[in-house]
């Protein structure tokens, strides 16, 4: 059975910094590329960032490249999500998914607000 665990989030303020992490469980990380989306309120998921099953190439949507980070670590089965420069529009529920595997974990929270 396919797990997934995002933490991390939290209210921050504009111009600060959070680190979501998603555990996985239920299927064999290191054979699945991971991605990031988000839900903000009244609007529909959208795609972050993607990170390959080796880490070794990433990609990021026009709103938060440059500010956010994917990362993953395979022998602790997790996906990391850095993000710095904060701002109101990011505020979101947050969400890690394995490619391929229609499977969603149950989100963090993430309230930019001063």
């Known amino acids: 059975q396919v797990q997934l665990v995002e933490s991390g989030g939290g209210l921050v303020q504009p111009g600060g910094s959070l680190r979501l992490s998603c555990a996985a469980s239920?299927?064999?990380?290191?054979?699945?590329?991971m991605s990031w989306y988000r839900q903000a309120p009244g609007k529909e998921r959208e795609w972050v960032a993607s990170?390959?099953?080796?880490?070794?190439?990433?990609k990021y949507a026009d709103s938060v490249r440059g500010r956010f980070t994917i990362s993953r670590h395979n022998a602790r089965n997790t996906v990391y999500l850095q993000m710095r420069a904060l701002e109101p529009e990011d505020t979101a529920v947050y969400f890690c998914?394995?490619?391929?595997?229609?499977?969603w974990g149950r989100g963090t929270q993430v309230t930019v607000s001063s």
């Open positions: 998914k394995p490619q391929e595997i229609d499977s």
């Open positions: 239920g299927f064999t990380f290191r054979y699945y590329a």
């Open positions: 990170i390959t099953k080796d880490g070794g190439v990433t």
